[in-house]
């Protein structure tokens, strides 16, 4: 992206200048102390010259990497206005719930030799969502934030999502290329179920086949199996990330509201970047 090579480019110079700005004050402050500034008056005001032309520079500097950032001012329609409003609404509940997580790995367990009730252990770590947009991209809408613990983070915007890392790595996807499916997962949970989550039924920490307790285990003890929501992003492009939450209910309402206004998107064009 032009603009971001600028305008890192720009914060470089800004530095330099603002070092050469602290030099010169330095040296103004040093020429005092050691008295010669007193008596040769030309080296105080090539110092003060020198001094306000890097103050400017500083002033210019900034203005221009202010003004290099993208700007997006988008305008809806009724229609479309009314569906993003239900995507942004959504993801402001979905944000809510007790607890999300980022799932980060899963393997395969056999199930009949741990006596479990689980055939996948997933690795979990728990994150945030909220509004956070960039500041290389000014908007009259905030990104939806997802936080990514693999990867690349994602920033919804109402006509692309940016998958952002840093100011040298990241990446522009249209809505329309972007696949968000939210589904129901039975989940067996040993930590603390969340407030907002429901107990499907109960299961034992060791089990048989046939989900009775194996009673060869003396401490043997029920496990809850919790509903949560699971979304899963992906793209054809070799995008694959999922997340859980506590809130099945926001998670559904999420997913449904995504596949409406990308719908809407696709039909108007709106997400081709």
Known sequence: MVAQRQKTELETDLKKIKKALTFSKTKKIVSYILIYGFIDKKVIQTINQDIIAQKEAIIETQIVIDNSAINIDVQFDDLTKRK???????????????????????????????????????????????LKSLPIIKSNYEALYFQNIN????????????????????????IDELNLISTSVSFTETSSVPRDSKIIRKTWAKVNKNGTPDKRFKNNYQIPVVQYGRINLSTSTGVNEEYQMSNYEFTQEFGDAFKEYKILCKSIGTSSY
């Open 84 to 130: 993003y409003d239900r995507f942004y609404n959504a993801f402001k509940n979905l944000s809510k719930s007790h607890r999300i997580w980022d799932i980060t790995g899963a393997h395969f367990q056999d199930r009949v030799a741990a006596r479990s009730n689980a055939s996948t252990l997933v690795n979990r770590r728990e994150i945030k969502l909220g």
């Open 151 to 174: 990867g690349a983070d994602f920033y919804f915007y109402p006509t692309f999502v940016m998958m952002f890392t840093n100011n040298q790595n990241f990446a522009i996807i249209g």
